[in-house]
């Protein structure tokens, strides 16, 4: 026979009430107390009713906040997108999503509307973090008694509850493998990076430096220019570095900006000759790596990333189901103009 909520307060020594919000994350119970219910409940065997807790969140649904930045990139913005999508579908599974999104990288933006949607009484917040120690000490915080996903970019200090992107060191490290391959391993590269404040961003660049000390040391890496996902700035830098250097064998983006970078290889008659290899497949991308000006780049998955974080969350607020894995890894999906 199936334990019930009062059998579990009765061996935990506590209320129903308390074992209620402990099971389902809600309101204020000691992190001891919390942890001993659980415990008990899963030693007992306990399985929440989904369909019973569906029906009474009818009217008082779960609030998830969920928080995209750089929503100016076509790739943030299908993420953003799913987000939305995902919002209207889960409203029929006893969850309000409130989606917030921002331009760029800013973390003071980023702290405000946090606390916006703390504000707004969520449950449970997924987040793609700026790469700062106040972002990291607020999520720390509000782990200790919510949920909190990171996607896209990750955190794992913060006391997050999962991950859900890529491992962007390794993403990082195929990019260098490629085009160590694409230059039969001699040549100069320039690596442009998007934001030095987004980890994701970063840790791709070290892991595609890694891949081509570590393996094709007749490639020369230029020094690394950022362009923060401006399609201007970085159609300056490639230009400027081309002109300045007219053995150039390759371009690597860490983020946005690739549109950029084939215009000035377009302008400067670079075609075939200076290999570029890019993240992420937005329309754009797509258009430049079947024009021969992108040889490869590597795809995320905008729409896992835009929906699964949420759906995460609401089944560990609904049942407190746990992720099996605290990363939630998107495979490192190569493309070229043979599967665009």
């Known amino acids: 026979m199936a334990v019930t909520l009062a059998q579990i307060a009765e061996l935990a020594g506590v209320s129903r ?26 030693e007992q065997g306990y399985q929440p009713n989904r369909a019973g ?3 009474s969140l ?11 930045q750089s929503v100016e990139t076509p790739f943030m913005r299908a993420v953003a997108d799913e987000a939305e999508r995902t919002r209207d579908r889960l409203a029929n599974e006893g969850a309000q999503l409130i989606v917030r999104t921002m331009q760029s990288i800013n973390v003071e933006r980023q702290l405000e509307l946090i606390d916006e949607l703390i504000g707004e009484g ?35 200090e913060s006391g997050r509850l999962c ?67 401006d399609r201007e700035r970085a159609h300056e830098i490639v230009r ?3 002109e300045q250097t007219p053995d150039l064998g390759g371009v690597y983006f860490s983020a946005g900006g690739p549109p950029g970078g084939c215009d000035a290889i377009r302008e400067l008659g670079l075609r075939g000759k200076v290999r570029l290899i890019c993240h992420d497949l937005s329309e754009q991308n797509a258009a430049d790596v079947r024009a021969g000006l992108i040889d490869f780049l590597i795809d995320q998955d905008a729409q896992l990333q835009g ?25 490192i999906d190569i493309r070229s103009k043979y599967n665009i």
């Not at 308390?18 to 119970?29: E, H, I, K, Q, S």
């Not at 790469?131 to 909190?148: G, K, N, W």
């Not at 990019?175 to 840790?203: D, I």
């Open 17 to 42: 009430g308390t074992v209620d919000r402990a099971l389902n994350n809600r309101g204020r119970v000691d992190a001891k107390v919390a942890a001993r219910i659980k415990r008990i409940a899963e």
């Open 307 to 331: 929906a699964r974080p949420a759906e995460i969350l609401l089944d560990y607020l609904l049942v407190g189901k746990k992720p099996e894995k605290d990363k939630q890894l998107i495979r």
């Open 122 to 156: 969520v449950a449970g917040l997924a987040v793609t973090p700026a790469e700062d120690e106040r972002i990291c000490a607020r999520i720390r915080t509000l782990s200790a008694h919510m949920p909190v996903v990171t996607f896209n970019a990750d955190m794992p």
């Open 163 to 229: 991950y859900v992107g890529q491992d962007s060191y390794a993403s990082g490290r195929a990019c260098g493998g490629l085009m160590g391959m694409l230059l039969g391993g001699k040549g100069k590269v320039l690596m442009v990076n998007g934001h030095p404040s987004n980890l994701s961003h970063c840790r791709r660049v070290d892991g595609f430096r890694a891949e081509v000390l570590a393996e094709f040391p007749g490639i020369q890496l230029l020094p690394i220019e950022n362009c923060y996902d």
């Open 58 to 68: 009818a009217k008082n649904p779960i609030k998830i906040g969920v928080l995209v």
């Open 53 to 55: 807790k569906l029906l």
């Open 240 to 242: 400027r570095v081309a």
